[in-house]
DNA sequence: GCTCTGCTCAGAGGA
């Protein structure tokens, strides 16, 4: 029976005479959740009482982790009762797991096998673009190909093509490259052929594994007969594997073991060896090296994963000296010294250089934290694959169920395509060209590929490189982002510059040439921003609030400093929010840019800008490096190819709604920055509640106001309509442009007639009062409203495409759309920041007592009313909204 | 307790 709690008191650790002799144990205290035998919750007075469990053996290093508050978990534990009370105790089968929702991944176990502070160094440092990293993924990707029957000349040709890119900025030519990696192929050859004779089909290449039970994830190379085999394409002259190498052939052993059958071999492939390593007497090439793996050493695996679990659940830096590797030997030790002197860490190769400052110290520790507490989340995510029920899973829009299994097709190249039917009304948060968990059941327990949607309709068309007879999709949580945030914090604050960080400190006022030039004529603020955003030295900060054209105002900042010989990146959270700069670049007649992101991302009509990854590496080389304008979202400003690049200045865009980590992504890059955006507008997306939440925008506007300019003079909405955001959100310094901004209404429009409409429509701004139904989440009774709103306008000559619905729920969202025309775009505030509509109605589905805020602070709000351009009406309860401050002040506007 | 976008994924190797 499987055992697990809470750790709920300090462990004691005891040593005991048996029948078998002296052994160890130790006693942790746990509240369970669920009774071990029947699986039932445990409730009532017995829930708050702990269990002893006792671990026997060399379970008492992992017990010896534990402190209270961590999860536990006990496979195979067997009962009994001492002095009549019930306990449980590991058995010779039992594995202990420390913190088993922490899932560790196979790479993270296997560095901190080699040494703890090395794992800790790859997370923070992350790997930069090298060649030997390069070659060793291609030969990884070749022997995919070969595995699942692909020609070997071929999968080099295009596997190097696939890498033009990064080949281009490795100064690589494909010849040589393709060179190498025959050679190493020619091994797996080899190999493969004796495989083949004795066992024809029985392979599989690249499955990603989950165990639920372990709490470790990793990917396989390869699986034959039910055993994993790992690839290397480094050198190894010794007989025997490396220890590493093992370890990690070993995590994928236990992920294939809690799903199947048990395993005790792996197999190494150390493709460089071939030459070396011929046997005189047969001859035969021996680059494969087969071990077995006994009980020891898969529990071996389990303990190392649990000190890198209760390590990071207590939030601990290693310092080295917990594992036993020789620094001297180590290629990390200076990046390891030099990080341990920064940060004032005690580490086992010592230490290099002054620590920062303090403030910095603090600042990083912080952020270290809470980008941990937010990878924390992206855990939990994981944890929920197998916590929720499929139907849970589908109505947190998680997973798509239920969906009817069509067909499974290979493709050129052994990849395979997967059709499967999905009812028309289920949503999700799955979109076209995301990753996700395809399975036929189960995305952890059933069979389950990570699978591309290439087409998400009626029909679902997926691309995996194995088949799955797939009838669930589900999110696949990933830890990209995070790890990119944490990296980008440590180049600024590590390797970031003095003069920079002093800045970024309010250590030192940030410094401005003075122009004279005239860049905008008729918008002074506009013309300040550019003058401040070209002539900054050191940052410049635009705070542009709706309609303000913030984004006119940065194309012609751009220009300018193009003209002026700059290499300027151009960047932003979202892709949409890089396209429409790109766009407003393009409507001032500059194309001269390259827009870097994945296919997916990218807009259609930006699409002929984008930078291919594949084909010849000189030429994607010099496209990359010529450009003199480079746009790409931040989390790509993070990858290995952007970190390559390096510009006079970065402009970001929506910079509010980045969080501190994600803006340096971009800003690292450039020697100057401008951060362009609105902090009264939505804040980041995080996941946890912590430093995260506030953007370096935000901050910086508070640390040097002298930097910044506020875009003043909105071009969009009707005077009614902007008061009530100016004077709440902008201290009343938001003003039309133009007399004729401020009067615009619907009789502007072609055909359309204010007259038309009844009377309390009339005004730019409205209310609507609708006792609403008792929903949480929905108001029928809003919709139907909503509905018959917009046939009145459409009456009165308005096409309803010029009509935007924004409500605060997603179920919301989905209700108004089952009664208004397709042609009215309906969603949530989030997605309809940035853009407008002529006409702008928001459901409020408030009801009875409000709980808790309904817009959930007032950014959101913000962002609802600055929406229309002529005319904004509120439909709710106004008896509900008048028990809140900020909504009766709302109503009072609206109706007055 | 709601709202939400990113990203080839994870792993690739250097003596």
């Given at each position: 029976m499987n055992v697990r709690g809470t750790v709920a008191g300090d462990v004691a650790v005891k040593t005991v005479t048996t029948s078998y002799g002296e052994s160890e144990l130790a006693e942790v205290p746990v509240r369970l959740e669920r009774d071990p035998e029947t699986g039932e919750p445990i409730a009532g007075d017995d829930a708050t009482a702990p269990t002893t469990v006792t671990c026997w053996g060399k379970w008492v290093e992992s017990a010896q982790l534990l402190e209270p508050g961590m999860e536990l978990s006990v496979t195979e534990a067997e009962t009994d009762e001492y002095r009549g009370e019930v306990r449980y105790s590991t058995t010779s089968d039992s594995y202990v797991v420390v913190e088993p929702g922490f899932l560790v991944n196979v790479t993270a176990i296997r560095s901190w096998v080699e040494c703890p502070r090395l794992y800790y160094l790859n997370k923070l440092s992350g790997v930069p673009l090298n060649y030997p990293v390069v070659k060793g993924t291609l030969v990884h990707e070749v022997f995919g190909d070969l595995l699942r029957g692909r020609a070997l000349e071929e999968a080099i040709e295009e596997r190097i093509d696939e890498r033009g890119l990064e080949l281009g900025l490795l100064g690589e030519s494909p010849d040589s490259v393709a060179e190498e990696v025959r050679q190493n192929a020619a091994a797996i050859e080899g190999w493969l052929e004796q495989g083949r004779l004795t066992d024809e089909d029985d392979w599989r290449s690249e499955q990603l594994l989950i165990s639920e039970t372990f709490g470790i994830r990793g990917r396989a190379d390869a699986i034959r007969r039910g055993a994993p085999v790992e690839l290397k394409t480094g050198k190894n002259l010794r007989k025997e594997p490396r220890f590493k190498d093992k370890i990690q052939a070993a995590c994928y052993a236990l992920l294939l073991e809690e799903n199947g059958d048990p395993v005790d071999t792996g197999t190494l492939l150390?493709?460089?060896?071939?030459a070396l390593d011929r046997n005189e007497e047969t001859g035969d090439l021996t680059p494969a090296k087969d071990f077995s793996m006994g009980n020891g050493l898969l529990k071996y695996v389990v303990r190392v994963r649990n000190e890198l679990a209760a390590m990071e659940a207590r939030g601990a830096v290693p310092t080295g000296n917990e594992g036993n590797a020789k620094c001297e030997y180590c290629f990390e030790r200076d990046t390891c010294m030099v990080v341990s002197g920064r940060l004032d860490q005690e580490s086992k190769a010592g230490q290099i250089g002054q620590p920062l400052p303090e403030e910095e110290l603090e600042h990083f520790e912080r952020f270290y934290r809470a980008i941990e507490e937010e990878r924390a989340e992206v855990h939990r995510e994981y944890a929920k694959l197998w916590e929720q029920t499929a139907e849970e899973r589908a109505d947190d829009d998680r997973a798509l169920i239920d969906l009817e299994f069509l067909e499974k097709r290979p493709l050129e190249g052994g990849r395979w395509e997967l059709r499967a039917r999905k009812e028309g009304a289920a949503t999700s948060k799955l979109r076209e060209g995301d990753l996700v968990l395809a399975s036929d059941g189960h995305p952890v327990r059933g069979n389950s590929e990570l699978a591309r949607i290439e087409v998400l309709d009626e029909e679902v068309v997926l691309t995996a490189d194995e088949p799955v007879e797939v009838t669930r999709l589900d999110v696949y949580p990933s830890e990209l982002t995070t790890d990119r945030l944490l990296v980008a914090l440590h180049d600024a604050l590590l390797k970031g510059e003095g003069r920079r960080k002093d800045v970024l400190f309010g250590r030192v006022e940030p410094e401005f040439e003075d122009l004279d030039e005239t860049f905008i004529d008729n918008n002074d603020a506009q013309n300040e921003a550019v003058r401040m955003a070209v002539g900054a030295r050191d940052l410049a900060l635009i705070h542009g609030p709706p309609g303000t054209g913030k984004t006119y105002t940065i194309a012609r900042a751009v220009r300018a400093m193009v003209e002026r010989g700059e290499r300027v990146l151009l960047s932003a959270f979202t892709n949409r929010a890089v396209d429409n700069l790109l766009e407003a670049l393009l409507e001032q007649g500059f194309s001269d840019f390259v827009r870097v992101g994945t296919e997916s991302g990218v807009r259609r009509d930006i699409q002929p800008y984008r930078l291919e990854r594949s084909g010849d590496p000189e030429e994607r080389l010099e496209e990359l490096q010529d450009a003199q304008v480079v746009a790409a979202t931040t989390a790509t400003c993070g990858s290995r190819v952007m970190k390559e690049q390096v510009f006079d200045v970065a402009l970001v865009d929506e910079a509010a709604q980045l969080t501190e980590p994600g803006t340096y992504a971009a800003i690292n890059l450039a020697s100057r920055f401008v951060l362009v955006g609105d902090h009264q507008q939505l804040p980041p997306v995080v996941r946890a509640e912590n430093e995260l939440s506030t953007s370096l925008f935000e901050r910086l506007v508070d640390v040097h106001p002298e930097a910044g300019v506020m875009l003043d003079r909105q071009y969009r909405m009707n005077q009614r309509i902007q008061a009530f955001a100016s004077s709440a959100f902008y201290d009343g310094e938001l003003r039309p442009a133009t007399p004729a901004v401020a009067s615009r209404t619907l009789d502007d429009l072609e055909g359309v007639s204010r007259d038309a409409l009844p009377e309390h429509l009339r005004d730019p701004v409205s209310f609507v009062d609708v006792p609403g139904d008792d929903e949480r989440y929905t108001d029928t009774e809003e919709a139907k409203t909503i509905a018959e709103l917009i046939e009145t306008y459409e009456a009165a000559g308005l096409d309803p495409s010029n009509v935007g619905v924004i409500a605060p729920f997603r179920a919301q969202v989905s209700e108004i759309s089952r009664h208004v025309p397709n042609s009215v775009a309906v969603d949530t505030v989030d997605r309809f920041q940035g853009s407008s509509e002529e006409v702008i109605v928001v459901s409020f589905v408030a009801s009875g007592e409000l709980e808790g805020p309904i817009f959930e602070d007032h950014r959101r709000i913000n962002v609802a009313l600055t929406r229309p351009k002529r005319a904004l009406v509120l439909v709710g309860d106004a008896a509900a909204l008048e028990g809140d401050s900020v909504y009766r002040e709302l109503l009072e506007w609206a109706q007055a």
């Open positions: 150390y493709t460089k060896n071939s």
